[in-house]
């Protein structure tokens, strides 16, 4: 069972910047695609970001892109979301997920359905 952690959350003021993990044990990262999701507390599980399994495309949300992101290093094992100019609305948990490429599909990159391995979350609070 592949098992993903995330990392990196934190506090920060509006403009500030944090740098999020997701790493996996046991299995490697290599042949997947990882997406980062965001769930704002009373809102729905959001999508932010995906990457393919070589890093060789990403895709972003609105609200988020020319402000995140989205790199792996596959070495590592380690897929990483760079946030820059934070904003009070990119408050929530952040879960990064995984699915194997061979059953990835171009329209699942925002949907939480299209995923079947999920980290347990990393909270990020922007705030002043």
């Given amino acids: ?10 506090s920060v003021q509006p403009g500030g ?9 046991g299995f490697t ?3 997947y695609v990882i997406g980062w999701f ?4 009373g809102k729905e599980r959001e999508g932010v970001s995906c990457i393919s399994n070589n890093g060789d495309n990403t895709n972003y949300s609105d609200s988020v892109k020319g402000r995140f992101t ?12 760079q946030m820059n100019s934070l904003k009070p609305e990119d408050t ?23 995923y079947d391995n999920w980290g347990q979350g990393t909270q990020v609070t922007v705030s002043s």
Avoid: F, M
Avoid at 1 to 10: A, I, K, R
Avoid at 38 to 41: E, H, T, V
């Fill in 1 to 10: 069972q592949l098992q993903l952690v995330e990392s990196g959350g934190g």
């Fill in 17 to 25: 910047s944090l740098r999020l993990s997701c790493a996996s044990t």
């Fill in 29 to 31: 990262l290599e042949y």
């Fill in 38 to 41: 965001r769930q704002a507390p």
């Fill in 70 to 81: 989205i790199s792996r290093d596959n070495a590592k094992n380690s897929v990483y979301l």
């Fill in 92 to 114: 929530g948990i952040y879960y990064c997920a995984a699915v194997h490429a061979g059953l990835w599909s171009s329209s699942g990159c925002y949907r939480p359905t299209g």
